[in-house]
């Protein structure tokens, strides 16, 4: 079934963010991961982020054989059958397609950069737009290379630089 829409990211810094959640959970990344590039999965400790965890997933890297991307865990508030954001799913099998590819792209963006993320989100799904901010926090099992992504979303009013930007990340 082919639902029409299409989707507009724009790249924020840490000081263009005016979520307070998202600030507390990437506030808590910066400390805990010790000025090492990346938070190991080991010292996430989920009860000192749990005002955050109805919003969080956590997204696998791919093993070379392996078909996608993995959602190893989703927030029941971004838990969302509709398109598929379900865990034990790949991300390329969510539909609408347009959708999956732009996450399969940020995500994987991500994982090659080994830098967090924090975006404004405008999304035309069908007749109805959605706008929310995400944030994705780069995780490493053996500090070696980012092999989990945490991904943050909330869902927020139009910002400001998507109202008055043509920018598009996708």
Known sequence: MHIPGSIRAVSLTRDQLDVPLLQRLYAYWDQ??????????????????VFALPYVALIERPPAD??????????????????????????EEIEPKWYGDHLSQRYRAVFVSGQPSIEA???????????????I?????????????????V?????AELLN??????
């Open 137 to 153: 926090l780069p995780l490493t099992i053996a500090g070696e290379q980012v092999d989990i992504i945490l991904v943050a979303t």
């Open 66 to 91: 392996s078909p996608g991307l993995r959602i190893r865990l989703v927030g029941e508030e971004i838990r969302n059958e509709t398109v598929g954001y379900l865990r034990g799913r790949l991300i």
């Open 165 to 170: 930007s043509d920018t598009r990340v996708s």
């Open 121 to 135: 989100i405008h999304v035309l799904y069908d007749v109805r737009n959605f706008y929310y901010h995400r944030l």
């Open 32 to 49: 805990a991961r010790a000025g090492r590039p990346w938070l190991r999965q080991a010292d996430l400790r989920p009860e000192e982020i």
């Open 155 to 159: 869902y927020t009013t139009p910002h």
